[in-house]
């Protein structure tokens, strides 16, 4: 691998003090980074270890001082040196003045994919995943330039933060060939997404960081128009991506399906599965778990596929060492002798194919198999409360020897499944709205003798002592509600049915409340739900809402509800409009 870093002109724009003892430091060419946090002792770091580089604190003059040596500092707080992949950060204070600074090594590796050249070769969209620090950006940087100057496509990078291919309007020599186009808002990435398709003809687009629903449509559109993507997206795995609801598309997006009873006796599974929704818009997926061992899938749709049915995928493990061979690891499921471990699955053997780094054309060289000791299986299993999380739970954990005889539903008073339920002054088409859509086993019934619970408003019970008579004497539980709304609906038939409520945020709830409505609405709904999502939860400030008619700003109250937030509204018509309170 060959190294280009210009570390001088990182130093020169550090105290003087600071920067001869790191020009004469011996652990000088490993250096990370360089954290200036004012009234704190300066700090470098290393790999694997960090050190004080004075004893004296930092001080406002000499953050300032260092602030007039780089470029100017974007929406993003980064700057950066011109001509050099170097990266400076800010922290601000309330009153938005720069009080630390992280300067960060940026550093042109030339050969750091050698793991995955034969990947990159195949012309397929390649997504890169891991923790931050582990190399995304370095390898995407490697990637853009072999594909421009080694396989000669055409080749645009969407450079947000200058990251890849450095500050200033000429681009860094790392990237080769590749053109540059830089943002100039972060929100507008996915703008300049769309534009490099429509204006510049590449045959590559490299995109760093894709983080918002927005940037993962403009990535499946861009595939879809038959465009090489490489792209890094937040997480470390791919079952990160699937229980992500914004970057999920990326592979394939999940969807919840109900089957009949006879596709689901014939898969051997539960009635309610989840599913892929759509084709990846990556069709490669490389976990890069250290900088020296990634993990390939080579097809994401059938490990997102194999995961969604509860068994684990057999994804390569490549190693290079300082040789520069790179070594692949295969993890095969192997069934030896039946059902040895009662599921009829067998237990896991890994295998070693050999690669040769020398041969970028045909590196499998030998495909001999050798058994290796037994990697580590573990994978990060879905957590949380929403009923998307507990579909996906069972679905890894389930197991193909499901016994349906066994299984009996039962309701929580023992009452066998479906639950029969009354309704009294509740509405019949919301309530059916609510069973259809979140698929409850409830069926509803006029008849209070076959019912196993009555659902009523409040209201109406307290004023009808006949009802409560009724159901005394058939020993039929009354379950009450303040208000005939989808939330409280929703939240009343968990009860009944011992189901725990979902976090907020829930797909399939949302999908209740934009039920059957219209462009304005859904506008006033989208509306609401961003300025719940964005502003009132992480910010807890109120916001105020656009105005809206009297039954427009009642379903934007059911979805404040939804969030278990407080709204009201306030004003004169035609200008009264919705206000959402922090909890």
Not at 61 to 84: H, L, P, Y
Not at 283 to 307: G, K, S
Request: glycine fraction near 8%; charged fraction near 25%.
């Amino acid at each position: 691998m060959t190294i280009t870093e210009d570390l001088q002109k990182l130093l020169d724009i550090l105290p003087q003090d600071l920067q001869q003892k790191l020009e004469h430091h011996p652990n000088g060419d490993n250096l990370v980074e360089v954290v200036l946090d004012l009234g704190r002792r300066p700090e470098a770091r290393f790999p694997h270890v960090a050190e004080y580089l004075s004893e004296t604190p930092v001080t406002q003059a000499q953050i300032d001082d260092c602030i007039q040596r780089v470029g100017n500092f974007g929406g993003d707080n980064r700057a950066g040196i011109e001509q050099t992949l170097h990266r400076i950060s800010a922290i601000r204070n309330r009153s938005g003045k720069i009080i630390g600074l992280t300067c960060r090594v940026g550093r042109a590796v030339f050969g750091t994919i050698a793991m995955i050249r034969d990947l990159v070769e195949t012309g397929q969209s390649i997504l890169m995943l891991g923790r931050p620090g582990v190399g995304k950006t370095t390898a995407l940087r490697e990637i853009a330039r072999v594909l421009a100057d080694d396989l000669n496509k055409r080749v645009v990078i969407i450079d947000t933060s200058n990251e890849i291919a450095g500050d200033g309007d000429v681009a860094h020599p790392a990237i080769g060939r590749a053109r540059r186009m830089q943002v100039s808002k972060p929100e507008l990435q996915h703008q300049v997404m769309i534009e490099a398709v429509e204006n510049h003809m590449p045959e590559v687009i490299v995109i760093d960081e894709i983080g918002t629903e927005l940037e993962a449509l403009a990535a499946r559109t861009i595939a879809e128009r038959g465009v090489q993507l490489v792209g890094t997206a937040h997480g470390n795995q791919i079952e990160n991506l699937i229980k992500n609801p914004t970057l999920s598309d990326l592979v394939g997006g999940i969807q919840a399906v109900t089957l009949g009873d006879d596709e689901a006796r014939r898969r051997g599974s539960q009635k309610t599965v989840l599913e892929r929704k759509a084709p990846p818009t990556f069709e490669i997926a490389v976990e890069m778990l250290e900088r020296q061992r990634w993990v390939v899938h080579e097809c994401v749709a059938d490990t997102v596929d194999t995961l969604l049915r509860g068994r684990q995928p057999t994804p390569q493990t490549r190693t290079v060492d300082d040789n520069g061979k790179v070594g692949v690891v295969r993890q095969l499921a192997v069934v030896n002798g039946g059902n040895s471990n009662g599921n009829g699955h067998g237990h896991i053997t890994n295998v070693e194919e050999s690669f040769l780094a020398a041969q970028p054309n045909g590196w499998r060289s030998s495909g001999q198999m050798v058994a290796l000791p037994p990697l580590s299986l573990d994978r990060e299993r879905p957590t949380g409360r929403s009923e998307f999380d507990r579909l996906l739970d069972e679905s890894f954990n389930y197991s193909e020897s499901f016994d349906f005889a066994s299984r009996k539903q039962a309701g929580p008073n023992g009452e066998d499944l479906p639950l029969h339920i009354y309704p009294y002054g509740v509405s019949r088409h919301q309530l059916e709205q609510v069973i259809n859509v979140l698929t409850l086993p409830v069926i509803l019934t006029k008849d209070l003798d076959s019912a196993d619970a009555i659902l009523a408003l409040r209201s109406h019970v307290k004023n009808h002592a006949k009802l409560r008579q009724m159901a005394k004497a058939r020993h039929v539980p009354i379950h009450v509600i303040k208000s005939s709304t989808i939330p409280q609906i929703t939240r009343s038939l968990r009860r009944l049915l011992n189901i725990d409520d979902p976090d907020i945020g829930d797909d399939r709830e949302l999908q209740l409340l934009l039920h059957n409505g219209g462009d304005d609405e859904m506008d006033a709904l989208e509306e609401a739900r961003l300025a719940v999502e964005q502003i009132v939860i992480p910010k807890g400030q109120p916001v105020e809402l656009l105005p809206r008619s009297s039954q427009v700003r009642k379903m934007q109250h059911e979805l404040v509800e939804h969030y278990r937030l407080k709204s009201d509204s306030f004003g004169d018509e035609p200008n009264r409009r919705l206000r959402i309170y922090p909890a």
